[in-house]
């Protein structure tokens, strides 16, 4: 068996933690970004899910009092914009958010695909704002997500990039229905939609090969 370190296991502790808290705070009607844009004090609700999360989990949690130095520090790191504001973002690669009534393995399936929004870093979080609301209304697609200020090995540059997804690339109407809501949004410039297949075969756009299925 491999043995994980310990800054190693904080991080898959950490991406588990945040992930188990937003399913918490959807099932009660909330949404994590909701609480903190609102500046709404929840902390008697997060020291409660840290330790239902630490019963259940007691190597996880102790992992994240150990890097974070307690429950206080990761509570204000997540009430600072932590999960919620790109570029505020450093424990995880990704921001998700879903569509209501939409399960999260949903954009895994192989004929999903997303529009793909590259953006400077200092544009990113007011794009991701709207299309993040958007999608909370059930306007855009399945879901959404955004790359985030931790440094990921696997970008070519310093563009950040906002995948918004359709559940069907085969339903043209609708991935033209999505670009249009993109446009009313203020996304102007041409994008490209990439379906899953590329993906999971990891093709990506090189000089002289496009992997984009459609342009608008």
């Not at 296991?9 to 950490?14: E, F, G, S």
């Not at 919620?84 to 939409?102: C, F, G, K, L, N």
């Not at 996304?187 to 299925?213: H, M, S, W």
Request: charged residues 30%; glycine residues 6%; aromatic residues 12%.
């Amino acid at each position: 068996m491999v043995e994980v370190g310990p800054e190693a296991l904080a991080d898959v502790a950490y991406g588990l933690f945040e992930l188990a808290l937003n399913k918490k705070l959807r099932a009660e009607g909330n949404f994590l970004f909701q609480l903190v844009e609102t500046r709404i004090d929840f902390k008697d609700r997060f020291v409660a899910f840290f330790s239902r999360f630490g019963d259940e989990y007691p190597q996880l949690s102790e992992a994240l009092l150990v890097k974070f130095g307690g429950i206080d520090p990761i509570y204000e790191m997540i009430t600072g914009g932590e999960g919620v504001v790109p570029s505020r973002t450093t424990q995880m690669y990704w921001i998700i958010q879903e569509a209501p009534d939409i399960a999260p393995e949903a954009i895994e399936d192989e004929l999903a695909g997303k529009w793909l929004i590259f953006l400077p870093p200092d544009l990113v979080d007011e794009a991701w704002k709207k299309v993040r609301d958007a999608t909370c209304a059930n306007i855009l697609g399945i879901s959404a997500k955004v790359s985030t200020a931790k440094p990921n090995p696997d970008s070519r540059d310093q563009m950040k990039v906002i995948y918004v997804y359709t559940a069907d690339w085969q339903d043209e109407a609708e991935v033209m229905r999505v670009r249009e809501e993109l446009r009313n949004l203020g996304f102007t410039d041409r994008l490209g939609y990439k379906r899953n297949i590329e993906t999971f075969k990891g093709e990506y756009a090189q000089k002289g090969k496009r992997v984009t299925f459609y342009s608008a």
